[in-house]
């Protein structure tokens, strides 16, 4: 093969910043320029960087900027003749290393990289404090995208249109799915979580360098309260960071030309994507993703051998574990070289550049393994892979990466949806809202009616029955009979038959 068109990923840089006060932060543009630097060190080539041609940076929501990428370019002296700002999505950060390999090997880049940072952490600080920041003038009119701008109406007037309130849906139907009690479930996610925090603690980038105890994350306490059942404050995505990573790539002919040293070097050999309906009550059910096993099974596919590692995308135990199953993972595995966005951290968007990075250092030091590097987006939504390992694709890159058309044709039919469910009708999936007490909110169940048809319908704090009927762990409510009534507001309510 043409060693100029043999894409290599050569260098990780990251940053973890924890000052005293928010005032000496890094801001966003900050953190990333000196990721940028780092990664080019890391590689053993910082000249590289002053040849860095293409540059994917990762959606930044922390800080209001009127141009990220001209705040970025301005501290790194330079501007790329290709520079983009990406969209939100967990996994864009594999999306932007799959296409940035893809330009090289079709010979329109030579120097690429992805970067992205966060500084939420000190932002919230800073709030808190009534502490103005001394970072790039902001946009007043900057406005960052959420659910409620593309779920149902209902949803969003339930609560359920955050990511900490729809992936529990997902949790109880796989639990229900896998025949699990909700105890055998939860301490199924908490043991997961446990290790995951084993990682973090010696991950020297992770926020969060403490382990956990299974009993620890999965109880709940005045340090680790409910939130969205199943899930525990120390189950969620962890967003209050000040982190920052960036992936530097190149040829294989370029990296030699510059003396990085072969074992240094890791080959994409391929990758897949495909996407879930963007409003998850449009989906066929809750107990998998298609489009998250398409992406999987192609992977699978290129690897051949199987995974030597993984890095299976973790804000809530119920997609690592969907798909550790799919991958058919031994129990006990840990999917995971960073850390998991609950202890390693969660820089929004940016996490998966942090776990390419950690999974460039293990395969440095694993030799001659496929490794997995899995990202999420959105509620289940957007799935990209990518398949890691020290030697080049025997054949090189496959240019198409979609599985669309496969993940579209598993998808079974969609259940129409009532906007007003009335009637007999048993519960599909559901969750349970508390406040920052710890005390049960409403408890809101997707169900199905007599019909066929979907609704969606609360239950009132003040049903006490109905409330600790849906908390209890000894069996599923999945699939439990009752009625939907509207209440004087309109809105469905779901009661014990």
Not at 85 to 103: D, I, K, N
Not at 434 to 460: C, K, S, T, Y
Request: proline share 8%.
């Amino acid at each position: 093969m043409d060693e100029t068109r043999i894409p290599v990923l050569i260098g990780a840089g990251e940053v973890v910043d924890r000052p005293a006060e928010p005032r000496l932060a890094l801001e966003p543009a900050a953190l990333m320029a000196e990721a940028l630097r780092r990664a080019a060190e890391d590689a053993g080539a910082p000249a590289l960087l002053e040849a860095l041609d293409s540059l994917d940076i990762v959606n930044s929501v922390s800080w209001p900027y009127h141009d990220l990428p001209a705040a970025l370019a301005a501290r790194l002296g330079r501007a790329p003749r290709r520079l983009v700002y990406g969209p939100v999505g967990g996994e864009s950060p594999v999306r932007f290393l799959h296409e940035a390999a893809l330009r090289i090997a079709r010979g329109e880049s030579e120097v690429s990289a992805v970067v992205g940072g966060e500084a939420t952490h000190a932002v919230a600080q800073a709030r808190k404090a009534g502490i103005e920041l001394p970072w790039t003038e902001p946009d007043p009119h900057w406005r960052r995208t959420r659910g409620r701008d593309f779920l149902h109406p209902l949803a969003v007037r339930l609560g359920v249109a955050d990511p900490v309130t729809v992936y529990p849906f997902y949790e109880n139907a796989v639990e229900a799915y896998l025949g699990q009690s909700p105890a055998e479930g939860q301490a199924e996610s908490a043991a997961l979580w446990s290790a995951f925090s084993g990682v973090a603690a010696r991950n020297p980038a992770a926020w969060l360098k403490r382990e956990y105890g299974a009993k620890e994350v999965g109880t709940a306490s005045p340090a680790n309260r409910p939130i969205a059942y199943p899930y525990t404050k120390l189950q969620v995505a962890n967003p209050m960071v000040n982190q920052g990573a960036a992936l530097l790539l190149t040829s294989l002919a370029r990296a030699q030309a510059a003396g990085v040293p072969e074992e240094r070097m890791a080959f994409i050999q391929g990758g897949a994507a495909a996407v879930e309906p963007r409003d998850y009550l449009n989906r066929d059910h809750y107990h998998e993703a298609h489009a998250q096993n398409a992406v999987l099974d192609a992977c699978a596919r290129i690897a051949g051998e199987g995974f030597g590692i993984c890095e299976l995308y973790s804000c809530f135990p119920c997609v690592p574990k969907m798909a550790a199953r799919r991958l058919g993972l031994p129990q006990g595995a840990v999917p995971t070289t960073t850390g998991g966005l609950t202890f390693f951290g969660a820089p929004l968007n940016n996490y998966m550049t942090h776990a390419a990075a950690a999974m460039l250092r293990a395969l440095r030091a694993a030799g001659d393994q496929p490794a997995l590097l899995y990202g999420q987006g959105e509620f289940v939504t957007k799935h990209h892979a990518v398949v890691l390992a020290r030697r080049p694709a025997p054949g090189g890159l496959a240019p198409d990466y979609s599985v669309q058309a496969e993940a579209d044709s598993r998808r079974g039919p969609v259940p129409d949806f009532a906007e007003a469910a009335e009637g007999a009708a048993r519960i599909e999936t559901f969750t349970v809202l508390h406040d920052r007490q710890g005390a049960p909110e409403q408890g809101v169940v997707i169900l199905r009616l007599e019909n066929g048809r979907r609704g969606l319908a609360r239950v009132p704090a003040g049903d006490e029955a109905a409330i600790a009927l849906l908390l209890r762990r000894d069996r599923t409510l999945v699939g439990t009979p009752g009625r939907a009534v509207l209440a004087a507001d309109g809105v469905a309510e779901w009661r014990l038959a």
